[in-house]
């Protein structure tokens, strides 16, 4: 189903977007499936007489409201394997901080080879003259099913996306959060399970804004 034809059984939310070029601009949102939603999105003017489809190369991020909660998702490159030339799509942002927390929603088809290359965001299987990211399913540790929507968390300081769908947990916790030993004593200690990976930032980023000197 076209993002088009599914927003079409959904109502607008008041939103706005923010440009490639840094302009906002208000109007609404008509929400859809999250996966659809990474790619393009669906955008109501403030004067309600122009719905436009725009995507990553548009669009910066783009942001609702919807009841009580602030839905963002934020524009990134991803290059495919094989690929030299990246592709543009959304994910939603969870949490801000040193490290910052997304949603990653993928289609169901299986382990997806993740190529030891520092030098890009995330790999996906290749597809000739693919304009988006296909977002597909990583590769999961361990026995079961990819879920739907994971979590991914970014760096400013690195170059890809960790996906924690695909760490064995709690050692590879340990080893991306090495540097704060509470934590990692934690994490040691098994106080958290995968499911508290968004207490884990929240913990990890307050603790980095501490040791920042002070001015």
Not at 100 to 122: E, I, K, R, W
Not at 134 to 140: G, H, V
Request: glycine share 6%; aromatic share 14%; charged share 20%.
């Amino acid at each position: 189903m076209s993002i088009s034809a599914f927003s079409q059984k959904k109502k607008p939310l008041p939103g706005y977007v923010v440009t490639t070029g840094g302009d906002t601009l208000l109007g609404a949102i008509y929400p859809t499936d999250p996966l659809l939603q990474q790619i393009q999105v669906e955008f109501l003017t403030v004067q309600g007489n122009q719905r436009l489809t725009l995507d990553g190369y548009q669009l910066a991020s783009y942001t609702y409201f919807k009841d009580q909660d602030t839905i963002r998702y934020i524009s990134f490159p991803f290059l495919q394997n094989g690929s030299t030339k990246p592709s543009r799509g959304f994910l939603q942002q969870l949490i801000i901080g040193e490290a910052q927390l997304y949603y990653y929603s993928a289609h169901d088809t299986g382990p997806t080879p993740m190529p030891n290359n520092p030098n890009v965001y995330f790999y996906i299987v290749p597809q000739k003259n693919s304009k988006y990211p296909l977002f597909t399913a990583p590769r999961r540790r361990g026995l079961g099913r990819n879920p739907a929507r994971s979590f991914v968390i970014y760096r400013e300081n690195q170059d890809r996306l960790a996906h924690t769908n695909a760490w064995k947990f709690p050692k590879d916790a340990v080893t991306y959060f090495s540097e704060c030993p509470e934590l990692v004593a934690d994490l040691k200690s098994r106080r958290y399970r995968y499911r508290d990976i968004p207490q884990i930032v929240r913990r990890y980023n307050a603790w980095f804004q501490t040791q920042k000197p002070t001015p």
